[in-house]
């Protein structure tokens, strides 16, 4: 009876033990010392930004490894897109002057959702209106649909009259910092200004 | 409302610039002011036409169509954003200009598509355009091309 007791004494204080270990320890990597430092609020714990393997304009095959070590700034759109996809890379265009040489410290993405139509050199042309800074980037049907996956990029071609068609894709910028984390937006409604103080926080990331 | 403030702006910076249009004058009554493209590559698939047209006169109409030797065909389309998400759409029926109104076209939303420029458009350069009204007619105008991506014309409000 007595020797009962103690095993039950015994495995109480072991259990407590362990929990006392366990609670801690939970505490330590996520409240403690080992921690990692604002993780729930930066947007660096969305998952945005990931693997691709794509060709860029000048017809070399990349991947998001090649882009590593430096921040990014990523858009996804399509050459015969006559209206936001040039007024986005006309914004990424003058974003480039106005940060000088600190806009060599960042890789400047256009990547393409029109698997069909955008060749590397069709995207060549396109981008020759632009700062020549802006890489493009293009794919197989499947290379941009990872590419898109890893961004949580919408994209969907839509058939049009004459037997053509256009493509809807998410419009916005998307900033990464130097090891491919999530760094926010640049958002087509905001002011120059705001947007020139993201890329230039971004640039020193 | 934001919209309605925008276009009144929009009409405030445009007035002057339209009351003193010499091109674009059809006998219907509609004008066209501050008609303007960006400079895109030679290979570029598309360009985008942009201006404020006015109907002067008493009944509504209609802009249907366009023609420019800078490209192969002009459509008339819409851009619009939805959460996030852009889409781009023909416009079949054309844009529509009440008496006494405007219609602007301009980025990020009813603009001219430009289908298969002929050749680079650089800026500076002026383009001649067709425009195709159902009452007013053709209206001939000329697209000046500003830097690739600009947002407004250069000499916007003058």
Known sequence: MLRWIRGVAWGAIALLGFLTLAVSAGWLVT?????????????????????FSLTDHRGRAVTERDFAGRPAAVFFGFTH?????????????ALIEALGPEAERIHWLFVSVDWERDTPDALAGYLEA???????????????????????????????????????????????????????????????EVALEKVRMLASR | MRRNLLRLALLAAVMPLAAHAHDGHAPGGVTASQVWTRAVGATAPTAAGYMTLRNHGTVADRLVGAETPAARSVEIHEQRMDDGVMRMRPLPDGILIPPGETATLGPGGVHLMLVGPTRALARGERVPLTLRFE?????????????????????AGH
């Open chain 1, 130 to 192: 632009f700062d020549p800074r802006i890489v493009g980037l293009s794919g197989t049907e499947a290379q941009v649909a990872q590419a898109a996956r890893s961004f949580r990029v919408y994209y969907r071609r839509v058939p049009t009259e004459g037997g053509g068609y256009t493509m809807d894709h998410s419009a916005s910028v998307f900033l990464l910092d130097a090891a491919g984390r999530f760094a926010g937006t640049l958002d087509s409604k905001e002011s120059r």
């Open chain 2, 135 to 155: 009452r007013a007619g053709e209206v001939r105008v000329e697209l000046t091309v500003e830097a690739a991506g600009a947002r407004q014309p250069s000499h």
């Open chain 1, 31 to 51: 409240d403690g010392p080992l921690s990692e430092r604002g993780v729930a609020t930066e947007p660096a714990s969305l998952p945005i930004g990931g693997p």
């Open chain 1, 81 to 93: 897109c006559p209206d936001v996809c040039p007024t986005t890379l006309g914004d990424m265009t």
